[in-house]
T-cell receptor
Framework: GAVVSQHPSWVICKSGTSVKIECRSL??????MFWYRQFPKQSLMLMAT???????TYEQGVEKDKFLINHASLTLSTLTVTSAHPEDSSFYIC?????WGGGGETQYFGPGTRLLVL | RKEVEQDPGPFNVPEGATVAFNCTYS??????FFWYRQDCRKEPKLLMS???SGNEDGRFTAQLNRASQYISLLIRDSKLSDSATYLC??????????????FGKGTKLSVIP
């Protein structure tokens, strides 16, 4: 099946630094990628939807200047958490949507990146 | 009202037991429905789609009632490896034609030897 990778798998950083997370679709082209965040014992919350070659669409309450998303190619999207603070510590998961012949679509999830800001 | 609501759990059941999870969704325009499984500190993985006619995959049976906006998952003959959090997920298409997955908080299942 389709595979989505994320890098790094975990990050520990000091408050005020920026962290970049990469999301790649390994064996398919993803015109749309999604970024989610999950706090402990909470559901996945969509942060933004990213379409290749265009600006990301952010969900209400998500600061676009703090969470920079770049979707430069059909296989790569990046999320940069700028000036990270302890409250940004969370599990960040990307997802890529694959379109198949016949109009079918499936959304595949990356393994997630655990961010801890000290 | 939350968009997708699930049994709060946790469910602690002995091996071999049958367990049922329930889920309700608030958006009547939702078009497709799924159960995902999430292991501790891992990403969610698709368990099965849910169809109006009901569908079965081995020990797992999913049901959808569109009129009641209700989804269920039944696990028969529980195995230790079934221990995980089960997420009810609803897919809704917006007016612009894009779609979005909305996740429930999940119900934690622990199968006990």
């Amino acid at each position: 099946g389709a595979v989505v990778s994320q890098h790094p798998s975990w990050v520990i950083c000091k408050s005020g630094t920026s962290v970049k997370i990469e999301c790649r679709s390994l064996d398919f082209q993803a015109t749309t990628m999604f970024w989610y965040r999950q706090f402990p014992k909470q559901s996945l919350m969509l942060m933004a939807t990213s379409n290749e070659g265009s600006k990301a669409t952010y969900e209400q309450g998500v600061e676009k200047d703090k969470f920079l998303i770049n979707h430069a190619s059909l296989t790569l999207s990046t999320l940069t958490v700028t000036s990270a603070h302890p409250e940004d510590s969370s599990f960040y998961i990307c997802s890529a949507r694959a379109r198949w012949g016949g109009g079918g679509e499936t959304q595949y999830f990356g393994p997630g990146t655990r961010l801890l800001v000290l | 009202r939350k968009e997708v609501e699930q049994d709060p759990g946790p469910f602690n059941v002995p091996e071999g037991a049958t367990v049922a999870f329930n889920c309700t969704y608030s958006n009547s325009a939702s078009q497709s429905f799924f159960w995902y499984r999430q292991d501790c500190r891992k990403e969610p993985k698709l368990l099965m789609s849910v169809y109006s006619s009901g569908n079965e995959d081995g020990r797992f049976t999913a049901q959808l009632n569109r009129a009641s906006q209700y989804i269920s998952l039944l696990i028969r003959d529980s195995k230790l490896s079934d221990s995980a959090t089960y997420l009810c997920v609803v897919n809704t298409v917006s007016g612009a034609g894009s779609y979005q997955l909305t996740f429930g908080k999940g119900t934690k299942l622990s199968v006990i030897p």
